[in-house]
């Protein structure tokens, strides 16, 4: 992954303000759609057999009919059961899902839910963060981590979750509170990493997209730490990048599995690579590609192990291209959250779609 870093630290960087799209090589693949929500989706995790699943966050409001769901086409059927999809703040939060963020299926075929239990980013429901493993097959929840202070606070939004099977390791971007969050799964310990680091931080940047300025429902500018995350193929790298920033990181794994690292030995790892345009979500392809979401130019990009920028798709209907997932048979899904128009002026569906990636 050096011509990746090479690439990026050497040309890719894109520091002006009239978010330009740069000059690529554009493989302008097809969107197939592959699923339609009238409720708002942020995540996507899609199995072995091509299941397709999407997570509903409490993000404007704390009525929603479903959390988790296995969709196709218009059609959603809540997972793995009603009760589970089923919370209000009379209800206790431990068996029921309460702010979804991010769904994500692993090398072993199981679904991961990540809870960030903070309905509409104003603070974790005490008791309600958590990782939960679920048998799709099943539909039996295998395992669950808790989460409390001192490794997430009142403040935290869990974001975005990447598991490596082979180490028995989860790890987990904290865009409320800026800092990773390492999951030993043998053991259930989490620490919370680099959380006075600047790489895990916003930059203030103004997002802005399809002609306007991204704004939170209180008209403010939104400030979101680290989000994107990214596991390498070979599960020896994380990459992750603050939403409203530009800069992208990495960090060698097994530093952050080392618990004998110091707090001062720990950041001298982390490696900046450049500046991108502003991501969401982030993932590599089993090929070593990494993908990254372009939100304020309706985009998907990526860049090739031999360091080369391509821009993968540049659509309309791209609104706020979100999160992806691969899928089989050389596939790769995103989502469109449209997070940047206010919830009263959207007039389209929010989106799955379905690429085929070109073959190395």
Known sequence: MMGLAALLLSG????????????????????????????????????QQSRVFAN????????????????????????????WNTWNRTLPPQNRFVCVQSVYVDANNFLWVLDAASPQMRGVVPGGAKLLK??????????????????????????????????????????????????NLATKSSRRLLGNHPSTKSENLILTVEGR??????GELPSIDSDGLALSPARDYLYYHALTGRALYRIATQYLRDEALSPTQLPQRVEYLGNTNPPDG????????????????????????SGQLQLVVQDTQLKWPDSFSTGPDNSLYVTTSQLHIPRAQRTEPFRIFKMTLPQQ
């Open 213 to 218: 300025v991204w704004r939170n429902r209180s």
């Open 282 to 305: 982030m993932i590599f392809d089993p090929a070593g590609n990494l993908y990254l979401t372009d939100v304020e130019n309706n985009a998907v990009t990526r860049v090739t192990p």
């Open 12 to 47: 890719c960087n894109n520091d002006d303000d009239d978010n330009a799209a740069p000059s690529l090589t554009a493989l302008n693949l097809a969107l197939t759609p592959v699923a339609t929500s009238t409720v708002q989706w942020t995540g996507v995790a899609v199995t």
């Open 56 to 83: 509903f966050p409490r993000m404007e409001t704390d009525t929603i009919p479903y959390s988790v769901a296995e969709v196709s086409g218009a059609q959603a059927t809540p997972f793995p059961d009603a009760e």
């Open 134 to 183: 679920f048998d799709p097959t099943t539909r039996q929840l295998v395992q669950r981590i808790d989460f409390s202070e001192p490794v997430i606070f009142p403040t935290s939004y869990l974001n975005d979750v990447r598991v490596d099977t082979q180490n028995n390791f989860a790890y987990i971007t904290d865009s409320g509170a800026g800092a990773l969050i390492v999951v």
